[in-house]
């Protein structure tokens, strides 16, 4: 197998993306990216919904699928660290149209997540300036994060380290603080153990409220895979990739597992105030209810300051993965040649505006007509990063098969995902899970607009991979013909 350095092509640029990226960016990319709203807001919903134990064996679940789609994610963006990452594995290990899909599936999702976070950010600091209009923030907000992308790529990594710490610090002070509440040696622990015990704890609702609650714990763990992409300008990607994948993996799990052990421990899962909590009102997150309880005055603001981090942060990490993505997407063709054009930088400023760009639409149609059509594009994405999951477990089993079937000794990667086959067909499996069950309801109960708003993104991604292969007439590439060559990177210095 060939491990020469292969270029980057850019067109008529000679300057290419710059490996700025260190260790520490890649596992605080990764962490930052899974530590969001759905920790600190939603999971005090799922807790109402299925119980403590039931939200602890979803949460846990859902984490064992991502563990093993990073396995495989790990395995293959040691081997080839790329900005494309998913679409250009899609394209190489299956089909020019898989991939076509793939990265354009990907770029739309964090190219619209970057406009619901600036939504977001507005309804935040609306909680301190009710009198400042949410598009001045949200523009502010913009114009941060674009400069922060335009500096450099470790520049990125840099402010998402930090602001990723705060999210981090803000865990294990809660976690730190829930263990002395329970035992009693601080704060009011107003539920106790009972909570486990009492009514329908620890299991409320069975099966049926353990699947209700799977999208939502998905939602969460989604940006772990932001790794993939980072990969591409990582500083020494063969040796970083994995160790951050693996370590980053088990940090997630604890504080989610421990997190969610708190909150349903010192909360009641049936106080009707864990049902009330969003991104409108952070009074009612749990988080802020636990530190209430511990005595923290202006408990609310601390919270609501930490939420804005977490909302800058995704902002943040989607305007740069979504721009690489669609960089790697002209780069390869799959795109219009101007977004592959590289800066001296290292930033490829097209993809980068026109991402921005998007983001800006998108928080615009969410001021017009009441917001219909930013809920239409938010739908639609909805799916994407399970999408974008069953792609990375497709693409692995298709690449370890072409790899041995090629006469190659797995133990020559950089990376080896331990548990194959067996880890892409679970995960695989589970994703499918998900993505059938994110709104059951509606089916059963007959709610079909509810159902076309909900599922719009399957068809769509569906329909481009259908479209993309009858004009070009893309074919499944046959095992003994799949390009299985890596990239030896040589490590940067310094």
Wanted: with cysteine; glycine share 12%; aromatic share 12%.
């Amino acid at each position: 197998m060939s491990t020469d350095a292969v270029p980057t092509p850019v067109g008529e640029n000679k300057e290419e993306l710059k490996r700025g990226l260190r260790s520490r960016h890649l596992s605080m990319i990764a962490i930052g990216g899974a530590i969001g709203t759905g920790l600190f807001v939603a999971s005090g919903s799922t807790i109402a919904t299925a119980g403590p134990g039931g939200a602890l064996l979803a949460y846990s679940l859902i984490g064992i699928m991502v563990l093993l789609l990073m396995q495989s994610l790990g395995e293959m963006a040691a081997n080839l660290p790329v900005a494309g990452s998913f679409q250009t594995f899609a394209s190489r290990y299956v089909s020019e149209s898989f991939g076509f899909a793939m990265g354009w599936n990907y770029w739309f999702n964090w190219a619209i997540t970057v406009a619901a976070e600036l939504v977001a950010a507005g309804v935040i600091m609306s909680y301190w300036l009710p009198g400042v209009p949410g598009w001045i923030w949200a523009g502010l907000f913009l114009f941060i994060i674009l400069g922060i992308n335009i500096l450099s790529a470790r520049a990125y990594g840099e402010s998402e380290y930090w602001l990723a710490a705060i999210k981090v610090l803000t865990v294990i002070v809660f976690l730190i603080a829930g263990i002395l509440m329970i035992f009693g040696i601080l704060g009011n622990n107003e539920a106790g153990f009972g909570n486990w015990t009492d009514g329908e704890a620890p299991f409320k609702g069975g099966f049926i409220s353990i699947l209700a609650i799977f999208m939502v714990a998905g939602f969460s763990f989604q940006g772990t895979e932001m790794i993939g992409v980072a990969a591409g300008e990582s500083e020494n990607p063969r040796r970083d990739v994995p160790r951050a994948l693996k370590s980053v993996f088990w940090r997630i799990m604890l504080f989610y597992i421990g997190a969610i052990a708190v909150i349903g421990t010192l909360i009641p899962y049936t106080n009707p105030n864990l049902l009330r909590a969003d991104e409108t009102d952070i009074a009612y997150s749990p988080f802020t209810m636990v530190f209430d309880n511990l005595g923290i005055a202006l408990a609310a603001s601390v919270m609501n300051a930490v939420i804005l981090t977490a909302i800058l942060s995704a902002g943040n990490s989607g305007l740069y993965v979504s721009s690489r993505m669609l960089y790697s997407l002209a780069v390869e063709g799959k795109a219009p040649k101007i977004f592959m054009r590289v800066n001296k930088r290292g930033i490829p400023m097209p993809a980068l505006l026109m991402t921005a760009a998007i983001g800006l639409f998108g928080f615009v149609t969410a001021l017009v007509g009441q917001g219909a059509a930013y809920t239409w594009l938010i739908n639609i994405s909805g799916l994407s990063g399970f999408i974008t999951w069953v792609g990375i477990a497709i693409c692995h089993y298709r690449f370890r098969r072409a790899y041995v079937a090629q006469g190659f000794d797995v133990n020559g990667l950089p990376y080896k995902a331990p548990l194959f086959p067996i880890g892409p067909i679970v995960a695989l499996l589970m994703c499918l899970l998900v993505i059938g069950g994110q709104n059951y309801n509606a089916i059963f109960e007959g709610h079909w607009f509810e159902v076309v708003s909900a599922y719009i993104g399957v068809p769509i991604i569906i329909g481009v991979y259908l479209v993309h292969k009858m004009v070009s007439g893309s074919k499944t590439i046959p095992l003994n013909q799949v390009d299985v060559s890596g990239i030896e990177v040589e490590p940067v210095k310094g």
